[in-house]
Structure formats: structure tokens, C-alpha cells
């Protein structure tokens, strides 16, 4: 049953249907390559394996065309790099890939198509991911935990060690590779004082040897560095940029680095963020701090990808003037196009943290001349930690289509970030891992579809979020009507039924001060993070507009800017993250935003019921193991939602005074 829970979406049941049995080993009879090295050998590793637990065969593997029906897989230089066709019939079939990679691709694309049960002869199709670099950050520190982990303890590390457990890696890389990750990063970004000697010769052959596995998996393995690597390890006194023996200490570093992990991608720096070190101790910007590292890099084909994630979280709660939602765009916008070619810029896709709600960050669409990573959270920090049940595709859709207007109307979010509409060097979306050593990785074993959802969205972000979740039921949970149905049923509104019990109209926050879970209305209202509400017993919001507020409105293109910055026009459920507005104030739904909080939250607790009705009745659908699992998490889902509504509820009725226009129980 663990194993059932392990494979996640890779399950590869027996498929009973006996002309479909028949269809696969027919055209999939013999496997005919010429190229080989260790990627096409995980390609067929997985294709022998996948065949002989589906259909119960394994493929014969020849090098030569011979007389008969076969797939020919070859590598076909005319393609670009990570373009794969399949072209399926019952006289010859072709799976041409523009590099090993893109042929392990084409081999998880088949395999995932077979699990479905969908019909292969005839099958013609061309792929090519609309982002380059389609990446994970683990926050995995060198001690075993794992910074918002949710799913146990590292894969990676245990007592400031490597993990003995490299086939866990191995299991990872091969998930990963199936939804078409191509590049990680294996320790978080604040980088403490272990893991700052990961680019020193006490950890590098074990870097080497963890980058060799993901290798395997077309994944290109980079590194997180301390900003103040030069005092920390190098006996230096200062980390400043502009130093000649700062920059010769990253030389070689650099050097080094590269000469035992030759095929390292580079990089990623949090800097000036959060109490990390960071180049503003020197006076200096973070265009000067990243060159530096990007010149030592650069010999090498080394990027460096530096976040954006810097706002001052020292302010004074009393201080109505500091807007951290503006910060990422006053620091890094007058720095367009000062960044060298190999650096790129990482942007969480809301201004302030990855709340359940929040606009689209304005310097994506305001850079034009600068590298740019889009990041997400897979790990559900602020979305219910693994114990709530919440599909996080929806949100990201509504990110990615998101229309800038950087280039006029339709320079949507998903242009820009794949490099398409200023032309970058470098693009692509990364996003914060959500994996452990759980034995079903995710903590809840839903969550798994985030992880593969993510996955299949950035190679595709036209595919819907009804589509990619369909796929994901289908392979690890199989094909009845019923499981389907009710699936899709729990998942597709589970992030806005989060949303209706938990922090209202893209206000944010609401949490318990650290960890961040549960309700705390008041938890960070009086503290130094930048995280406010402002409730008091006439409305709620913070006013983010250039008339009377702080002006982050100004931060976006004219017509975003116009939208947001008008009561009338600013969505419903962004209002209170640009506006204070009273409770009696008249929503678009026509309801009070104090009828609005009561209605939501009295409605998230019935949606989680009816979750878990549907939950039950697929108990007979799945192993024992996976179907109570759930069930548990479902339980404190609902205690905890209950908990949510009936906090926000009283604290609202006790503010406002205004009572339920229903009578429900606010207490
Ligand atoms: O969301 C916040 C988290 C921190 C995290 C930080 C970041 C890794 O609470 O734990 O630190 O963001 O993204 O750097």
C-alpha cells in the first residue's frame, strides 16, 4: 500500500482490456535506437518497465531498422533542443526528439497516454515547452529539515551529511523528469552556516555525485550561495562587490566549483532579504552584487539567478508611509537592463508572499531589458501546510493569463516569463518544492497533483487547470467514471473554497506569527513585517492608490493601473488589498463586504463537508492506505476551516457590530 502511495502518479496498473493490450504490442513491439547514452537508457528503462507492468511485456531493443513493425526513436538534429514528435501507425512508428532529453519527454509522454488508455495508432503529435527553464527550489537545509516543509524531513541531507539514500534522489529526479522539470536547485536560499561551504571541497564531491543522478534525468543541478561566502568561508573581512579581493575570491570559487561539478547550472542568491547578507551592507546596489558573481561565473556558462524578493522587515507597524508590497519593484525597476547576460531575476508572482490572493507582481511587465524567472510555492505555505486540501493550478492560471499590458493588450503574464516578448536570453518559472521523505512525498497525498500540475503548466501553460487534472486522476487513481467524477468535484473548487474560509478579498495574512498556520487576525498586525489589515470598527484594507494611498497602484501599466486604483472598477477580490474600505461598502455581488465575510466563511465550511462526503465515497475506488490518509487530513481540514470561520467571524461582528443578515452562530 506505501508502495501504491510512493509511485504517485507513476502507478503503471495492468491494464485488463484486451484489444488495448493488443494495440500497444503491436505498434510497440521493438524499440530500434541508435543513439545511446544515460539519458535514452532512462527512456527505456522507463519504457520497459511502464510496458511490462501495464501489459505485462517487455519491448525487444535493437539498433538496426529491420523488417517489421517497430518505433524508431532517434535523435534528430534539425529540432530544437527539447522538441520531441511521436508519429504512431501499425507500419513503422517514430519518436524524434531534438536531444536525449526531449526523447525521455517523448518516452513519459507515451507512457502517460498508455496509463490513460488512450488511443495510440494514429497518434501525431509535436511538443515543445513554452519556457526554457522549467526549474525547483528545494529549502532543504543541511540539518534534514526542510524550511515550509510539510512532507517530513530532506531527501537530500540528515546530520549536516548527504543522505545515504541516493535511490530516494533517483525516485525524485525520475518523477520530476516526467512532468518535464529540467533544472533544481538542492538547498535553500537562506543559506546558513553548513551550507555555505557546499561550493568548498568538504561537500563538492557529493554535489558532484547528486548532480550526476539528476544528469540522468536531463536536470541541470545548481547550488544556493551565502552573499557573504568570502567572510564566512574565506577568511575576508567584507563581501563587497566592488572589492578586488571579494571578486578574486569568487574566481576561483567559481574555478573550482566548476572543475568538479563541470555540468553545475549556477547560482541562486537571496540577497538583502529577510536578515541575509546581501551587497546594500557596502552601499552597493544589486545590479553591482550580481555582475560580480555573473563575471566569476561566466567563463563557465554559470548563470546566476538572484530574487527579488527584498522589502524591509524591520518597518514600524505605526510607519503608514512603507509599502512592502512596492518594495520588489522600487528596488529592482531602476535597475533595468544593468544586469549581465548570464543574470536573471526571480519574482515571486505577488508582491508581498504567496498568499491564497494577491495581484500579479507589477515588475513582471515592468522589466523589459532584464533576464526574468517567474516563482512559485508549490509547498503550501499559506495554503493550509499539506493538511488542506487545495488544487493550486487555478491560481497559477489566473497568474500566467494575467495581461500586463507591457506591449499593449495581451502581453500576458505567460508571454513575458517565457522570454518571447522582450526577447531574454534567459526565461522560465521556477517554484518552491513541496516534497519529503514521506513515504507519499507530498504529506497529503492530493498534493501530489500540485507537484505534477506545476510540472505539466510551465511546458504548457495553455492547458487548463480541468485538463492537467484530469491527466493526473486518471494515471494515479485510474479510469472509472466515478473517481473521476468525484475528483474532479473535491479538487477543481478547492483553492476558492480555502479562499472563502480563510483570509477574505486578497487582504492576505491572518496567521499565526512563524509558522503561519491557523488563524490569528491580529497576528502580525502590530509587528515589524509589512503585513497589515488595518480593521477597526468602521472598515478593513490597506489603501494602496496614488490619491490617498501608498501609490503601488502606479507601479502597473495605465490600464491595470486605472482598474485598481478606482473602488468601481478594482475586482471584488483584490479589494481590500488596494482599498480601505467600510463594511457597509456594496460589492459588485451586490452583497456587503461584512455580508460578504460571513456569507464566505459560513460557505468554506459546507464546501469542505461536501469535499469529504464525495471523499467517502470513493473508499471502495483505492488502496486502504491512500483513501484514509486523506480521510484523516479531511478531518482537520474541516476542524480547521471551522476554526477559520468562527474567528474571522466573531472578530468581524465584534469590530463592526453588524449582525448576520441570516442568524447564523457567530459567537
Ligand atoms: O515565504 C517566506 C517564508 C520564508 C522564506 C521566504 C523566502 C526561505 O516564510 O521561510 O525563506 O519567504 O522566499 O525567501
Not at 535514452?40 to 519491448?59: N, T
Not at 544528469?215 to 572589492?243: K, V
Not at 505539466?456 to 501553460?461: A, C, G, S, T
Request: overall charge negative; glycine content about 6%.
Amino acid at each position: 500500500d506505501q508502495l501504491t502511495s510512493y509511485r504517485a502518479w507513476l502507478q503503471y496498473n495492468p491494464i485488463n482490456q484486451q484489444d488495448y493490450r493488443e494495440e500497444i504490442m503491436h505498434l510497440l513491439s521493438t524499440i530500434c535506437v541508435k543513439d545511446r547514452n544515460e539519458v535514452i537508457d532512462r527512456a527505456l528503462d522507463e519504457l520497459s518497465f511502464g510496458l511490462d507492468q501495464m501489459i505485462g511485456y517487455k519491448p525487444a531493443v535493437v539498433r538496426n531498422e529491420e523488417d517489421r513493425s517497430m518505433l524508431i526513436i532517434m535523435i534528430d538534429p534539425t529540432y530544437k533542443a527539447e522538441m520531441y514528435t511521436i508519429n504512431l501507425n501499425s507500419e513503422k512508428s517514430m519518436l524524434r526528439g531534438g536531444s536525449s532529453r526531449a526523447i525521455l519527454y517523448g518516452v513519459f509522454h507515451l507512457l502517460r497516454l498508455i496509463q490513460q488508455q488512450s488511443k495510440l495508432t494514429g497518434l501525431s503529435i509535436k511538443e515543445v515547452p513554452k519556457n526554457a527553464i522549467r526549474m525547483i527550489n528545494q529549502w532543504d537545509d543541511m540539518n534534514g529539515s526542510v524550511e515550509r516543509g510539510y512532507a517530513g524531513e530532506s531527501i537530500f541531507y540528515k546530520d549536516y551529511q548527504f543522505s545515504k539514500d541516493r535511490q530516494r534522489i533517483y525516485d525524485y529526479a525520475r518523477l520530476l523528469s516526467s512532468v518535464g522539470i529540467n533544472a533544481i536547485t538542492i538547498n535553500n536560499v537562506n543559506v546558513h552556516q553548513i551550507e555555505s561551504k557546499l561550493i568548498t571541497d568538504t561537500y563538492l564531491a557529493e554535489v558532484k555525485q547528486t548532480s550526476d543522478i539528476f544528469n540522468q534525468f536531463g536536470i541541470t543541478l545548481f547550488l544556493s550561495i551565502n552573499y557573504a561566502a568570502p567572510i564566512e568561508i574565506g577568511g575576508l573581512d567584507s563581501a563587497d562587490p566592488l572589492d578586488p579581493k571579494v571578486r578574486a575570491f569568487w574566481k576561483d570559487i567559481a574555478q573550482h566549483v566548476y572543475e568538479v561539478v563541470p555540468n553545475l547550472g549556477g547560482f541562486l542568491v537571496k540577497a538583502d532579504s529577510e536578515n541575509r547578507p546581501g551587497p546594500f551592507t557596502y552601499g552597493r546596489n544589486h545590479a553591482e552584487g550580481a555582475n560580480m558573481l555573473a563575471e566569476a561565473m561566466e567563463p563557465y556558462g554559470g548563470k546566476v539567478i538572484w530574487r527579488c524578493f527584498v522589502y524591509n522587515c524591520k518597518q514600524d507597524w505605526r510607519d503608514r508611509t512603507t509599502d512592502r508590497a512596492r518594495a520588489a519593484y522600487d528596488h529592482f525597476m531602476p535597475l533595468d537592463g544593468s544586469f549581465n547576460d548570464n543574470v536573471v531575476l526571480q519574482i515571486k508572482n505577488g508582491p508581498m508572499d504567496f498568499q491564497v490572493r494577491e495581484p500579479v507582481s507589477p515588475l513582471i511587465g515592468g522589466l523589459e531589458k532584464t533576464n526574468q524567472f517567474l516563482e512559485f510555492q508549490i509547498a503550501q505555505e499559506y495554503l493550509g501546510q499539506q493538511r488542506h486540501l487545495v488544487y493550486l493550478i487555478p491560481q497559477w492560471k489566473e497568474v500566467l493569463e494575467f495581461d500586463t499590458f507591457a506591449k499593449g493588450e495581451g502581453t500576458t503574464v505567460k508571454q513575458i516569463v517565457s522570454g518571447d516578448v522582450f526577447d531574454n536570453n534567459i526565461s522560465g518559472i521556477v517554484a518552491v518544492s513541496n516534497i519529503g521523505n514521506d513515504y507519499n512525498w507530498t504529506g497529503h497525498t492530493i498534493a501530489q497533483l500540485n507537484l505534477y500540475g506545476y510540472g505539466r503548466l510551465i511546458w504548457n501553460p495553455d492547458l487548463t487547470a480541468e485538463e492537467i487534472a484530469l491527466e493526473w486522476i486518471k494515471q494515479t487513481f485510474g479510469n472509472h467514471p466515478t473517481v473521476i467524477k468525484l475528483l474532479m468535484e473535491i479538487v477543481m473548487p478547492s483553492w476558492e473554497t480555502y479562499e472563502n474560509y480563510t483570509s477574505p478579498l486578497g487582504i492576505g495574512w491572518m496567521v499565526n506569527v512563524n509558522h503561519h498556520y491557523g488563524p490569528n487576525i491580529d497576528g502580525y498586525e502590530y509587528m515589524a513585517w509589512g503585513t497589515y489589515h488595518f480593521a477597526d470598527r468602521n472598515g478593513l484594507g490597506v489603501d494602496r492608490t496614488q490619491e490617498t494611498g501608498t501609490g503601488y497602484t502606479s507601479q502597473y501599466h495605465q490600464e491595470n493601473q486605472s482598474l485598481y486604483e478606482q473602488v468601481e472598477t478594482c475586482p471584488d477580490e483584490l479589494l481590500l488589498f488596494f482599498h480601505h474600505v467600510p463594511y457597509t461598502h456594496k460589492l459588485k455581488s451586490g452583497k456587503t463586504v461584512i455580508q460578504h465575510i460571513y456569507d464566505t466563511h459560513f460557505q468554506g465550511v459546507e464546501q469542505v463537508q461536501s469535499m469529504m462526503e464525495k471523499w467517502e465515497a470513493l473508499s471502495s475506488f483505492m488502496d486502504a492506505k491512500r483513501h484514509q490518509d486523506v480521510q484523516e487530513r479531511l478531518n482537520h481540514q474541516l476542524e480547521n476551516a471551522k476554526e477559520w470561520r468562527d474567528i474571522i467571524n466573531t472578530y468581524f461582528y465584534r469590530k463592526s457590530g453588524i449582525a448576520d443578515r441570516h442568524n447564523r452562530t457567530i459567537y
